[in-house]
């Protein structure tokens, strides 16, 4: 790092850091053993959240340089704020963190694959639901062309990590370009109506993970639910916020809160926690800005995740029935720490007839995904989800649930990486439920003919 | 900054992945939990055995550099903070249980084993290790012994001494020795296994403890007495004691600390009351429920407005968990919370709990008070900001003050954090100036370099330098 760089990192630490924030770790030690980092390092200081809090604010005080190190600590962070629920003193590590980040990101060169990453994806890809379609739909020519074939067995995957490399074997079949962009804006219910709510698609369930945004969409009426789905609506900006790039993510933002206003309902449902977690700090995203700060705080306080939702609405009581199998249950960080919702999905799995639920050793402890985290950080997430397959194999579980897109396919990655794709399945909460709810009353499974049509 | 040759000895011996001196490496290691003191080191070593302790402390001692031994780093009295540089070990890689004896109670560990871990291990097989600081789930043995941590069950179970049958240690010469044993008596030479337990690493490096299980006790009740004012539920202590009934866990929260907690851990409080106690027994069945039955009454006595029994045993577990997180969770109103622990023979608590109110008062100083009541060891805690130097003057006097009123009671200036940097000046209250000089003289028999933990516990006039206060 050269010491023009280092000067600009600093100074941007001393203008973004919340020093009140930083000021309020008490440096209790108290997160300690809950961070996946922490552990996994073997217990290193520089790379637990007291450490990471402890290097930001010897930055912003002069006590320390940036540095190369002090960097990696900040990269190597999963940002799944396991620190922050554990924490008596209240101090948001997500805040402190986003602001870290941006701080160096906003003033720093990054590796010339990160930065492909995040140049691509972050501005041209996800704020766009079109190309995102394009994009995935890319993939799903790929796929299906026959390319993906060839490429496996040329090996052109190998130029990439190894998780890149898996995770390709594992991406779902993604549907074709013409389905993703068919889809209704305003739905009925199938029951009796008791609430009206608005859907965020959110930008990757969107499109590969279109048959889930369906299913939740189904269950949602199942539940006696009327559904709109504002055309306007674009990506959360998690993965904008979490990675130094605020502006951009406000600007997102600002969007929604617009294209949800008009929807009027009594809540905005999410099925990503990854996603639903950022949409509930709008609030602070926008803290600053007058104008936008009220819209902000009524939007907030309508999002609720699917699973919360449905509790709400008493849907565990209903009738819901799976061949006999063992589930167990993979916490989203950000559906957990974000948005504390964590009894829900646990409560809907265990009233589902033959299903056996069994909690898997540290469920809540992430599972090594996070946002693009398994890419960047390829080394470090491996190693923290060989952690979670041993868990997973203790629980003897045919089907481990998850509810958010990065866990699912990290938990696909899991199963692929340890060779048992022939007895044991990651599946997203919703597509279970909707599953258990069909067979349970006798209908016909809306999620094989959709596959089945969108697959023509 | 090490010199080059000095870190290249260091990683022949421990290997190059066991030694970080880059800038992240060594501000993670330059504070504790302790308030408003930081200092860096030069380096960070991290030793996989006893040998290679030795041969570290042996370089150390031939070159005059410091060591500070560190568990967990959340001492609350600047006992880890490298005030004069240095090397700071760690036992990231001496974290084993080396053996469990189901025949003589014991077990043996590596110092860098969690005290939870050691805790939970001794339940799975019917066994119980008594002392629970309140930040058990984190904090290292090493580190327990070397501060005599006490903890919720001081009152019924004594403190982490009580536990530590024998030790191995490595003296500041590099030599290696062993003290006590699995031996219920044993009076063979000086007992330098009391010595050694709360040195805080001034004396030499713990390389292996062996420690002390009893049976675990049958069943346990718990129980929250509420108060409309602070002398009542001190009163209550004392009262408790009086009747010789010696509960495991005896603990006072007054109204501000108590709504903090509840702000945190949302178990549903009694935030309505000025004082609380927090009262558990354990024991056989039926005099568990006899004490119980006494502790209610006296309560009621005391004036405690309501006692509510947990009935469950998660909520008893909770309770108990809640009352750990008090003094990080009272940092939730103000940026800087400092926390001592004067104690005083227990008859005194309302006379203590009072001056501390008239001190706070006049000082115009906000102190919220918690601690382990039942025996004697409070937790006055004040919330201040480290930015406001004119406060933290006045919060400096009230401490001061709090400190001479407890020894005049017949009590200490601390009961379980230990000295460190933080309590230094205030030893000689104490101990008395005799009292000191006996000490330094034991330091420099053993650490004639003084190189382990300078600047800690006792000012030895040469080595002192003061951290950077920040
Ligand atoms: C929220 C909170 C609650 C707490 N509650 C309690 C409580 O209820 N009761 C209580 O007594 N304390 C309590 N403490 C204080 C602290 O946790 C204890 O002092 C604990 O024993 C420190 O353990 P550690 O592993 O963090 O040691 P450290 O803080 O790392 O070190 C403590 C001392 O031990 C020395 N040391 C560590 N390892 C070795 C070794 N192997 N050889 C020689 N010396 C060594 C260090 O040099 C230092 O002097 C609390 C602290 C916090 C933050
Ligand atoms: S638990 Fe909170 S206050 Fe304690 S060290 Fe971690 S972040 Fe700081
Ligand atoms: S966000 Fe997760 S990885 Fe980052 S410091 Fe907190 S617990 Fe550790």
Redesign the interface.
């Known amino acids: 790092m050269n010491t023009a760089e280092k000067q600009r990192i600093q100074a941007a630490f001393k203008e973004k850091m919340d020093y009140d924030e930083l000021m309020n770790c008490t440096r209790c030690g108290f997160c300690l053993p809950s961070c996946p980092t922490y552990i996994e390092t073997g217990r290193d200081e520089v790379h637990s959240p007291r450490g990471r809090i402890a290097l930001m604010k010897g930055l912003v005080d002069g006590v320390i340089e940036p540095s190369d190190e002090v960097k990696k600590s900040i990269d190597m962070c999963l940002g799944c704020r396991a620190c922050e629920t554990v924490c008596p003193s209240g101090v948001k590590f997500g805040r402190l963190l986003e602001q870290a980040r941006d701080a160096i990101y906003q003033s720093n060169k990054q590796s010339l694959p990160e930065k492909m990453l995040r140049g691509t994806f972050f501005n041209h890809v996800f704020p766009f639901q079109n190309r995102m379609i394009g994009l995935t739909g890319l993939l799903g020519f790929y796929q299906r062309s026959g390319a993906q074939k060839l490429a496996r067995s040329i090996g052109v995957m190998k130029l990439f990590p190894e998780s890149m490399q898996a995770m390709e074997k594992v991406l779902p079949q993604v549907p074709k370009k013409k389905t993703m962009k068919n889809r209704p804006q305003h739905v009925q219910p199938l029951a009796k109506k008791k609430k009206k709510v608005a859907f965020f698609t959110g930008c990757l369930m969107d499109t590969i993970f279109m048959q889930t945004n369906d299913a939740t969409i189904k269950l949602l009426q199942y539940a006696g639910c009327e559904i709109v789905i504002p055309k306007t609506q674009n990506c959360c900006g998690a993965l904008h916020g979490h990675s130094g790039e605020v502006a951009k993510a406000k600007e997102m933002a600002k969007k929604n809160i617009v294209a949800f206003e008009e929807a009027q309902v009594d809540y905005i449902i999410t099925n990503a926690g990854g996603c639903g977690a950022f949409l509930v700090e709008y609030d602070h995203l926008l803290r600053d800005d007058p104008e936008w700060k009220e819209r902000a705080e009524a939007f907030c306080r309508k999002i609720k995740d699917i699973t919360a939702v449905l509790v709400e609405l008493n849907f565990h009581k209903q009738a819901l029935s799976m061949p006999d199998q063992i589930v167990t249950y993979q916490d989203s960080c950000h559906l957990k720490n974000g948005q504390k919702t964590f009894m829900e999905p646990r409560q809907l799995l265990e009233s589902i007839d033959n299903v056996t639920y069994v909690e898997m050793k540290d469920a809540s402890r992430c599972c090594g995904s996070a946002g693009i985290y398994n890419i960047v950080q390829s080394e470090m997430s491996m190693q923290i989800l060989d952690y979670k397959m041993v868990q997973a194999q203790q629980t003897k579980a045919k089907t481990i649930v998850t509810a958010n897109p990065g866990c699912l396919l990290q938990m696909k990655l899991g199963i692929e990486r340890e060779g048992l794709s022939d007895q044991m399945q990651a599946v997203h909460i919703v597509d279970f439920l909707l599953e258990a709810y069909e067979n349970a009353n006798g209908i016909v499974s809306s999620q094989k003919e959709a596959a089945a049509a969108g697959m023509k | 900054m090490l010199a080059k040759e000095l870190k290249a000895k260091l990683q022949d011996i421990v290997g190059a992945e066991n030694v ?1 001196d ?14 408003r003191f ?1 200092a ?1 080191p030069d380096a960070m070593v991290a030793p996989r055995n006893k040998t290679e302790v030795a041969a570290i402390v042996k370089l150390c001692n031939d070159h005059r550099i410091p060591i500070i031994a560190r568990g ?3 001492n609350l009295c600047a006992g880890t903070t490298p005030a004069s540089g240095g090397i700071v070990l ?1 036992f ?2 001496m ?1 084993r249980i080396l053996e469990i004896d189901e025949e003589n109670l014991t077990m043996t560990v590596e110092p860098g084993v ?1 005290t939870k871990d050691i805790f939970d291990t001794a339940q799975e097989i019917g066994l119980f290790y008594p002392p629970d600081p309140g ?1 058990m ?2 904090s290292q043995i090493g580190g327990n012994i070397s501060e005599n941590s006490g903890g919720l069950r001081g009152l019924k179970y004594g403190v982490t001494r009580d536990y530590v049958l024998g030790l191995e240690v490595v003296l500041p010469n590099g030599e290696i020795i062993r003290t006590g044993g699995k031996l219920a008596k044993d009076v063979a030479g000086y007992d330098l296994t009391r010595l050694f337990v709360g040195s805080e690493g001034t004396l030499g490096v713990i390389t292996e403890a062996i420690l002390k299980l009893i049976p675990q006790p049958e069943t346990k009740k718990t129980m929250l007495a509420l108060y409309h004012n602070l002398d009542a539920a001190a009163e209550t202590v004392s009262a408790i004691i009086a009747n010789r009934i010696i509960p495991a866990t005896l603990e006072f929260l007054d109204q501000a600390t108590v709504k903090v907690v509840e ?2 851990a949302k178990i549903g409080l009694p935030t309505e009351a000025k004082a609380v106690l927090l009262i558990e027994q354990d024991g056989a069945p039926e005099v568990v429920e006899r004490d119980a039955e006494k502790i209610v009454k006296l309560c009621k006595e005391n004036h405690a407005f309501d006692v509510q029994i947990a009935k469950t045993d998660e909520q008893a577990e909770q309770l108990m968990t809640a009352r750990r ?5 009272l ?2 109103l103000k ?3 400092i926390l001592e622990d004067a104690t005083v023979p227990r008859s005194q608590i309302p006379k203590m709990v009072k001056a501390i109110t008239e001190i706070a008062e006049k000082y115009q100083v906000t102190i919220c008070t918690f601690g382990h009541a039942g025996d004697g060891n409070l937790h006055p805690t004040c919330l201040t ?2 930015r406001n130097t004119e406060e933290i003057a006045l919060v400096e006097k009230a401490f001061a003050e709090i400190f001479e009123k407890a020894v005049a009671l017949g009590g200490t200036i601390t009961g379980e954090h230990g000295v460190g940097m933080m309590k230094l000046p205030y030893l000689h209250l104490k101990a008395g100036e005799a009292g000191i000089a006996a000490m330094q003289n034991i330091k420099k028999a053993l650490d004639p370099n003084g190189i382990m933990n300078p600047g800690k516990m006792l000012a030895i006039a040469e080595k002192e330098k003061a951290g950077d206060l ?1």
């Open positions: 970080e880059d800038n992240a490496s060594l501000l993670a290691y330059s504070y504790d939990a302790t308030a930081q860096m967990s780093g959340t760690t990231k890689h974290n969690f930040s789930h984190i702000d945190f997180s008090a003094l990080s969770a940092s939730r940026p800087t919370t900001d480290a920040q």
